[in-house]
């Protein structure tokens, strides 16, 4: 069995700071892309970062340059810091790992989502 626990959120006042994590845990054989999505009241979840398991990443065009995706791969942790945040930075954030647990075959799991609010 595998979960998924995100921390980081919270409230932040414009041009703050925050860093979120994504541990994941259980029976885990790898881990390999790790992403954070977003998803604000209205609109669609969109993808924010992505990061492969050799360490290659991406980035909306809207927090690159501000935010920056890292991992650690003997952990199984996953991180998002986000700095000079804005007020249009506020949703909540979910990772995404794919994950191949123990005797079993690669798929996709969710952290359960963090709160991060951008206002003054």
């Known amino acids: 069995q595998v979960q998924l626990v995100e921390s980081g959120g919270g409230l932040v006042q414009p041009r703050g700071s925050l860093r979120l994590s994504c541990a994941s845990s259980?029976?885990?054989?790898?881990?390999?892309?790790m992403a954070w999505y977003r998803q604000a009241p209205g609109k669609q979840r969109e993808l924010v970062a992505r990061?492969?398991?050799?360490?290659?990443?991406t980035y909306a065009d809207s927090v690159k340059g501000r935010f920056t995706i890292s991992r650690d791969n003997a952990k199984n942790t996953v991180y998002l810091q986000m700095n000079s945040l804005k007020p249009e930075d506020t949703a909540v954030y979910y990772c995404?790992?794919?994950?191949?647990?123990?005797?079993?075959?690669?798929?996709?799991?969710w952290g359960q989502g963090t709160q991060v609010t951008v206002s003054s």
């Open positions: 990061i492969t398991r050799g360490g290659s990443t």
């Open positions: 995404k790992v794919d994950i191949e647990p123990i005797g079993q075959f690669t798929r996709s799991y």
């Open positions: 259980g029976s885990i054989f790898r881990t390999n892309d």
